[in-house]
């Protein structure tokens, strides 16, 4: 495998992610930020975190599978999210664990960053995600 994901014991623990991912391969994938379209444009979940967290997370693996990659070869994910207080993890992890087994969505999750915004480019988005995979 050309990703190996860790988290030294002298870093915070536990957290929902590894702290370091390593990767050797020579092909990269980088998937635009996702958010909770379908392929017409059509807005999916309005108002419900959870539910586009979900889907942000399909269509970014729609992006990975396009280039023959899967959350597998995942090094990075970077999650921005519209309004962002603590008292909204909750619904964020739930919508991750509602896709999981469905998208083979790694546990814990690959190095990733949670980055509150003020908006995003449209008012019903909340949230957005990007990926980085390396391939072989």
């Keep these: 495998m050309p ?9 915070m623990q ?25 392929a017409d444009g059509a807005p999916v979940a309005p108002d419900d975190l959870a ?27 970077t999650f921005y999210v519209t309004r962002w207080s603590p008292d909204k993890i909750e619904a964020f992890m739930a919508g991750v664990h509602d896709v999981a087994d469905e ?9 990733a960053s949670l980055i509150g915004v003020d908006h995003l480019f449209e008012p019903d988005v909340l949230v957005e995600v990007e990926a980085t995979a390396v391939l072989d």
Excluded: C, K, M, W
């Design 3 to 11: 990703v190996h994901r860790f988290s030294p014991d002298s870093l």
């Design 14 to 38: 536990p957290v929902p992610y590894h702290h370091v991912a390593v990767a050797t391969g020579s092909r990269q994938v980088h998937v635009s930020g996702q958010i909770a379209r379908t």
């Design 51 to 77: 539910g586009q967290v979900a889907q942000a997370l399909r269509n970014t693996h729609t992006g990975l599978e396009s280039a023959g990659a899967g959350f597998g070869d995942v090094v990075r994910l």
């Design 103 to 111: 998208l083979g969505l790694p546990t814990p999750l690959p190095p």
